[in-house]
């Protein structure tokens, strides 16, 4: 995986039926890849850039994976 340390603190932080933002979701490889590993939690991306957002859409439902977007910045 890229940046697999990343991905290893995620899922070493994140309690069962946790809460993961993804702020900047970008291709959403974090958050799918969290949504696939721990299907009991909740992730949510931010994600402003419609064409990201739709690679995301993409991506999570190539793997199965339930994530909520939210098309919008954070402040």
């Avoid at 899922?11 to 958050?31: F, M, R």
């Avoid at 890849?33 to 009991?40: F, K, M």
């Avoid at 402003?48 to 909520?68: D, H």
Wanted: proline share 7%.
């Amino acid at each position: 995986y890229y940046e697999s340390e990343v991905l290893e603190a995620l899922l070493a932080y994140l309690p069962p039926g946790g809460v993961l933002w993804d702020v900047g979701g970008n291709i959403g490889l974090h958050a799918v890849t969290v949504a696939r590993s721990r299907p009991e939690s909740t992730v949510v991306v931010f994600e402003p850039n419609p064409e990201m957002t739709a690679v995301v859409r993409k991506n999570a439902a190539l793997n199965g994976a339930v994530v909520t977007m939210i098309e919008a910045a954070l402040d």
